[in-house]
């Protein structure tokens, strides 16, 4: 996870780009809709805030195995168990996920409004998502790696696995913008934190497998 870390930090082009994205789609989705008169309706501002992040955790997590060469892979494979790096690389992306997360959404309140009511449940709720993407996506980006046509492998691998999550995300976002309490939304957040346990138990039962080919 630190060299992740180090890397990033060496090559913040990258880092600077993903920002550069989030802040970019929601400008442009401020510019759609202050020419309909300011705000959007918080359904369209709970969808779009999801589609925003969910095509940035694509891009954001796309590289994690992508950009290892073979002859690193192969380093590593001396190195390390195959289950440290699958949760170092889950732990990384999850932060970073986190952060941009905190950042878009922090622009999308100050440019679109806020209409949360309940904040505390929306921004756990956003964490919680932040680490679903991660360790869904990681598992499919080192699933993707191995084969050719990666980058078109990941969304149509990663996609797919991701709507059950995104039902009860927005599900919970939507709660969180009608004020309801936390009870309200106590099943959906223990069925999302057993999603995202499952897919971290998953990750480390078959990432071995899949290093070894």
């Known amino acids: 996870?630190?060299?992740?870390f180090r890397l990033e930090w060496r090559q913040r082009a990258a880092l600077n780009g993903m920002l550069l994205y989030v802040g970019s789609t929601v400008f442009v989705c401020y510019l759609s809709f202050s020419l309909r008169g300011g705000i959007?309706?918080?359904?369209?501002?709970?969808?779009?805030?999801?589609?925003?992040?969910?095509?940035s955790a694509v891009n954001a997590v796309a590289k994690g195995f992508l950009q290892e060469s073979r002859g690193r892979m192969l380093y590593y494979y001396t190195l390390v168990r195959p289950q440290a790096v699958i949760l170092a690389k889950i732990a990384y992306n999850a932060l970073l996920l986190l952060g941009l997360a905190l950042v878009g959404l922090g622009l999308y309140l100050v440019i679109l409004g806020n209409p949360v009511q309940n904040v505390p449940l929306f921004v756990g709720n956003v964490a919680l998502g932040a680490l679903g993407f991660a360790s869904t996506l990681t598992l499919v980006s080192g699933i993707a790696a191995k084969a050719a046509n990666s980058n078109t492998l990941m969304a149509v691998l990663g996609f797919p696995l991701m709507i059950p999550m995104l039902l009860l995300l927005i599900k919970v976002s939507k709660n969180a913008m009608d004020g309801l309490e936390f009870e309200a939304s106590q099943s959906s957040l223990l069925t999302l934190v057993a999603l995202n346990?499952?897919?971290?138990?998953?990750?480390?039962?078959?990432f071995p497998f899949l290093w070894r080919s």
């Open 1 to 4: 996870m630190l060299k992740d």
């Open 40 to 55: 959007p309706p918080a359904p369209a501002w709970n969808a779009l805030f999801w589609i925003i992040l969910l095509f």
């Open 197 to 206: 346990m499952i897919v971290a138990a998953v990750s480390y039962v078959l």
